[in-house]
């Protein structure tokens, strides 16, 4: 199975994969994790373009994303979808939708599309949605961030609406959690909602 986590900055993504990942090994399955951007030698390359560098215009942002994505795929998660291993990731497709396609304004749909073509067409069977005030997450993550994440809260809170309509849009894909809740408690409700799956 292929799953992934979304969420604002600090809403706990990161956490979470790393405890389902720790309980599909124990149960004898092979796990893949990968983090967006990132996780290839070109993904990595772009990360730093997207993050570290100079301000783009946000189509030349969400080309770049998808375009991180597209060789993620290729070269990491469909060889390990076909080697019957689990994949585990830590944003995908949706954060380009609420990130570019909501709060740059970009559309959900037009981005869909892209990334529809980048990945052609793979998306993952199960997506946990980390829901979180803004504001909280913020605290949590602590230090000043990455360009996106210095966009201010107006950004964020933009994020976080976004996420939430996706949530409505994607019913059968999307699961919204708590985040609030503790590690242990989230934890639990995402190995209860893999349990066929796993
Ligand atoms: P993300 O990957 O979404 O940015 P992280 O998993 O890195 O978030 O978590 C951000 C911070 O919040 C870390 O210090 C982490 O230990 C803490 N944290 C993660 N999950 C929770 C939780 N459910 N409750 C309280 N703090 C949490
Ligand atoms: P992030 O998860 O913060 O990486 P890390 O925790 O390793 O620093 O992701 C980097 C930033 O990129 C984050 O602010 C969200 C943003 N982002 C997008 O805007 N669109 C995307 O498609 C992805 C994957 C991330």
Redesign the pocket.
Known sequence: MFVSFEG??GSG??TQAQLLREWLEGLGRGVVAC????GTALGERI?DL??AGAAMAPWA??AL??A??AELVAEVIRPALARGEHVVC????D??L???GV??GLGVERVLQLNLIATEALLPDRTFLLLIDPVEARRR?GAE?????R?GSAFQHA?DRGYRDLADRFRERVVAVDAARAPGAIASIVRGELRDLA
Request: net charge neutral.
């Open positions: 604002v900055d993504k990161s983090r967006e951007p990132g990360r997207l993050l942002e969400a994303f998808a991180a994505r830590d944003r995908y497709v954060s380009s609420a990130y570019q709060a740059r993550a961030g990455d360009r996106i994440e966009e994020v």
